[in-house]
């Protein structure tokens, strides 16, 4: 009776080790990895965010004639500059900000509408100042 008992301990342990986990039970199909993403649906989209560290547009794309046009446009929009009398010369090297103005703070705030259009190029001062503080 025991070698009987025996047997049959062996035979399951035999029949189940085969198995082993992750085997398919009998009757059942074999599993396959699921899919990533549901029947029928796409992955969803996911937008970058923007670069930081990307250099910003170069001024050199804008020709030298839009530059000029919108330093002077921006000095005519400029309520400081109203009274103002300046004008900017721009080439692919430089460019040049002449005129009269009335104070120091005028002449610092044309100077810097012209550096922002500067990109690589030069900003020339040559603004006179009315009145010296």
Same mark, same amino acid.
């Given at each position: 009776? @025991?070698?009987?008992?025996?047997?049959?301990?062996?035979?399951?342990?035999?029949?189940?080790?085969?198995?082993?986990?992750?085997?398919p039970q009998p009757g059942q199909?074999?599993?396959?990895?699921?899919?990533?993403?549901?029947?029928?649906?796409?992955?969803?989209?996911?937008?970058?965010?923007?670069?930081?560290?990307?250099?910003?547009?170069?001024?050199?794309?804008?020709?030298?004639?839009?530059?000029?046009?919108?330093?002077?446009?921006?000095?005519?929009?400029?309520?400081?500059?109203?009274?103002?009398?300046?004008?900017?010369?721009?080439?692919?090297?430089?460019?040049?900000?002449?005129?009269?103005?009335?104070?120091?703070?005028?002449?610092?705030?044309?100077?810097?509408?012209? @550096?922002?259009?500067?990109?690589?190029?030069?900003?020339?001062?040559?603004?006179?100042? @009315?009145?010296?503080?």
């Amino acid at each position: 009776m @025991k070698q009987i008992l025996c047997g049959l301990v062996l035979l399951a342990a035999t029949a189940f080790g085969q198995m082993g986990p992750g085997q398919p039970q009998p009757g059942q199909p074999p599993q396959s990895t699921p899919p990533t993403f549901p029947e029928g649906q796409q992955s969803p989209r996911q937008t970058m965010p923007p670069d930081q560290r990307a250099p910003a547009p170069t001024p050199e794309a804008t020709s030298s004639e839009q530059i000029q046009q919108q330093i002077t446009q921006q000095f005519g929009n400029e309520p400081t500059l109203a009274s103002a009398n300046l004008r900017a010369e721009v080439d692919e090297a430089s460019i040049v900000v002449a005129g009269a103005v009335d104070t120091a703070e005028q002449r610092d705030l044309a100077l810097s509408i012209a @550096k922002s259009h500067a990109g690589d190029r030069n900003v020339v001062d040559k603004i006179k100042v @009315k009145q010296q503080t």
